[in-house]
């Protein structure tokens, strides 16, 4: 397959993908969840099934004076809600509930969590230095790993090129996130960042073997007898059934388990779903192609 001759193609796909996802950040944003903003998170069902999500906000905003205080319906359907509110204490978490139960209807409760504010601003903090990390961190691995590859391209290279496919790999699925968000009022908590993180490292995988590939044939073949371009060609075909087999087995067991798993992590297997797909792409289609044209400077 010649992919290098072909790479106008892929990298315009990849370029519209990476365009849309910063597109709907940009326009959507992110909604952050409790875990990054503080606040309480309570998820209710009524077993009479006559309660609307509308009857629960005036509730919640008329007899318990919240302000501000955001209803949802959550995944599982019916009288099922997801309540958010500012920070509840443990003592009024008990009163309210009481109340609820003697002048609403009879309420379970499937859910409380709590988070103050500045544990929340600490915990946005902390996820986005620890995304920052991981990337530079993975990028001068990269170019030490690859420092007696010097010619035609030099090891930092190598390490910058897989920082700019991590990035994209990493960009895609938070696209889509914002886009759910939008749409779907769903937010983001630190179980996005894990997401995030485990497509990184998954991506860096592949990554690291097409560069490794392409190593070993400077190597051994040396680009005496073929040019740096049909050398990355061979080495890419010879390393594509290998990440697309290995990306498979993850992508069903990833399938089977939005599917069958539990409702409440179904867009935390999505996210890595979707960051698999398109870090096994740009493995094999973006990162190459990018090293012939920055060996060729174009």
Do not use: C
């Amino acid at each position: 397959m010649n992919i290098i001759g072909h790479k106008s193609i892929f990298l315009s796909i990849s370029g519209i993908l990476f365009l849309a996802s910063i597109i709907a950040i940009a326009v959507f944003g992110f909604k952050p969840g409790i875990d990054f903003v503080g606040g309480t998170l309570w998820q209710l069902e009524f077993p009479s099934g006559d309660v609307s999500r509308e009857q629960v906000e005036e509730f919640f905003k008329s007899n318990l004076k919240f302000t501000p205080v955001v209803v949802t319906t959550s995944e599982a359907g019916g009288a099922n809600f997801i309540v958010r509110t500012p920070e509840i204490t443990e003592a009024d978490h008990a009163t309210h509930l009481a109340r609820i139960s003697k002048e609403l209807k009879t309420v379970e409760e499937l859910q409380f969590q709590t988070i103050g504010a500045a544990i929340g601003h600490e915990l946005r903090n902390k996820a986005i230095t620890a995304f920052i990390l991981v990337l530079v961190g993975i990028s001068l691995y990269i170019a030490f790993a690859f420092r007696k590859v010097s010619r035609p391209v030099s090891s930092w290279k190598y390490g910058i090129i897989t920082l700019v496919t991590l990035f994209h790999d990493a960009l895609i699925p938070a696209g889509m996130r914002a886009l759910l968000g939008q749409f779907l009022n769903l937010e983001i908590d630190t179980n996005f960042i894990v997401a995030i993180l485990v497509v990184m490292g998954f991506s860096v995988h592949d990554t690291i073997v097409v560069f490794d590939r392409i190593r070993e044939n400077l190597r051994v073949i040396g680009i005496s007898k073929k040019t740096f371009a049909e050398l990355v060609n061979e080495s890419v075909n010879q390393t594509m059934a290998r990440s697309i087999n290995t990306s498979l087995t993850l992508v069903l067991v990833l399938i089977a388990m939005y599917i069958f798993g539990a409702v409440n992590l179904q867009y935390f297997i999505l996210v890595i779903l979707v960051g698999t797909v398109v870090g096994t792409y740009s493995s094999i289609f973006v990162a190459s192609p990018i090293l012939t044209m920055w060996q060729r400077r174009i």
